[in-house]
Every structure is written in C-alpha cells, then in structure tokens.
C-alpha cells in the first residue's frame, strides 16, 4: 500500500466508518479495489500522480463503467486529499455510507 493508502486505511479498519466493514485489495470482477465495503457496495480508490495523464485517466473511466454496472459506487480520492484533507475525505466516505 501507498503511504495516503495506509494512512486512510487506518480509518477504515475496524468498522470506525458508520460501523461498515471494508476489506482492502478485494477483487471485483478482472479489477483490485483499494478498498471494498460490500454492505454499502461502495469501492473507495486512492489515486496517486500518474492516474493524472490521459491513457489512465480513461482506463479509470471504463473500468468505474465497469464496476458500475454491478452497482457498486466508487469514491476517488487523490493522495493529496487523504494526506493533506483528511477530515474532508472521511467526512466524504461517511455521507456515502449513510
């Protein structure tokens, strides 16, 4: 895991999250999720600088496509955002859960 991965994992293990379950690298479908909360079909990804450039950026949209259409949700977060805007994020991740 990623150091922004670690640190928002920290949040999400133990049910602290509106008393939800995430599992972390659980698989959906041919795809990874950082994170997985299946009561709440809910995957929550944590995106570092090279999900910036183009080729990835469409991976990205075909593969939410994708997990979308076994209504799951995905949540994406920037490194940033969990490293400097910690609050916000989980603030972010406990409305999806609610």
Known sequence: ???AEKILW????GNKING???????????YIA?????????VIEVD???HNNPEQRDYDK????????????VL?????E???RLEEVIKRIKEACS
Do not use: W
């Not at 909360?37 to 809910?42: A, G, R, V």
């Open 62 to 73: 075909n593969r939410d496509a994708t997990i979308d259409e076994y209504d799951i949700r």
């Open 20 to 30: 939800r379950h995430f599992r972390r690298q659980h698989p959906i479908y041919r």
């Open 10 to 13: 920290q949040e999400l293990k």
């Open 76 to 80: 994406r977060f920037t490194n940033n």
């Open 34 to 42: 950082d994170f997985y909360c299946h009561k709440e079909k809910l």
């Open 48 to 50: 570092g600088s090279y």
């Open 82 to 84: 969990v490293l400097n």
């Open 1 to 3: 895991m990623t150091p």
